[in-house]
């Protein structure tokens, strides 16, 4: 059974300060990877999406990165800014035919002007 | 164009009833998901409907769960005999068709509230 951990819960960091977010996942044969932003009490918006052969995806102040043998996957956030402030998962599509995602918990991050 | 969206965005509704949720997707997209995303956690899968079928219903937590897609687009999550634990954000999602290569796009969810 897939299982998805992302670290830190939490993260508090000042205005312009590039930061790195951290997910792991348990087995490696997964599809692709999603990362999604969350802002409070609305859905998910979809950030970066990178498939099983790729190592990377960029968008704007985005990078996301994927290690499949490892189990890992960073987001990269540069310059980040006050309205960078969401909760951040990272989900991981499961192999089969429904690719149905499993979700880490998040990461809460504020960005303070 | 038009999004997901999911009515109501809110409902509150006391132990023991049933409610039901409605999800619309992307025109033209086969593949149809439902969440679940209880306080601090990450959403929890559902069911997948490819087309009008429930191609895997393996997340529906008991048989108080039912979801249907009668003609392939418009989806309904039907709750009987509500209880508090069902309390959570219930979220839609819809993707071209099911693959490797295919972002899923999320409506903003149903807060559902039982007292």
């Known amino acids: 059974k897939q299982e998805v951990t992302q670290i830190p819960a939490a993260l508090s960091v000042p205005e312009g300060e590039n930061l790195v977010l951290n997910c792991s996942f348990t087995?490696?044969?997964?599809?692709?990877l999603q990362w999604f932003r969350q802002d409070p009490g609305k859905g998910l918006t979809s950030l970066l999406l990178i498939q099983s052969s790729q190592r990377e995806q960029t968008s704007g102040r985005l990078n996301a990165s994927l290690d499949k043998s490892s189990g890992r996957s960073t987001l990269y956030i540069a310059a980040s800014q006050p309205g960078d402030s969401a909760t951040y998962l990272c989900?991981?599509?499961?192999?089969?035919?429904?690719?149905?995602?499993?979700f880490g918990k998040g990461t809460l991050l504020t960005v303070n002007p | 164009g038009a999004g997901v969206s999911q009515t109501p965005s809110n409902k509150v509704t006391e132990k023991g009833k049933y409610v039901e949720l409605r999800c619309d997707p992307i025109s033209g997209h086969t593949a149809l998901y439902w969440y679940r995303q209880s306080l601090g956690q990450g959403p929890e899968f559902l069911i997948y409907?490819?087309?009008?079928?429930?191609?895997?219903d393996s997340g529906l937590p008991n048989d108080r769960f039912f979801a249907v897609r009668p003609e392939g687009s418009v989806s309904t999550l039907k709750i009987q005999r509500t209880e508090r634990g069902d309390s959570a954000v219930y979220l839609c999602a819809s993707a071209p068709q099911a693959g490797e290569g295919e972002t899923q796009y999320f409506g903003p969810g149903t807060r559902l509230l039982v007292l």
């Open positions: 989900a991981a599509h499961s192999g089969g035919s429904n690719y149905k995602l499993t």
């Open positions: 409907f490819q087309g009008t079928g429930a191609a895997d």
């Open positions: 087995d490696s044969a997964i599809y692709n």
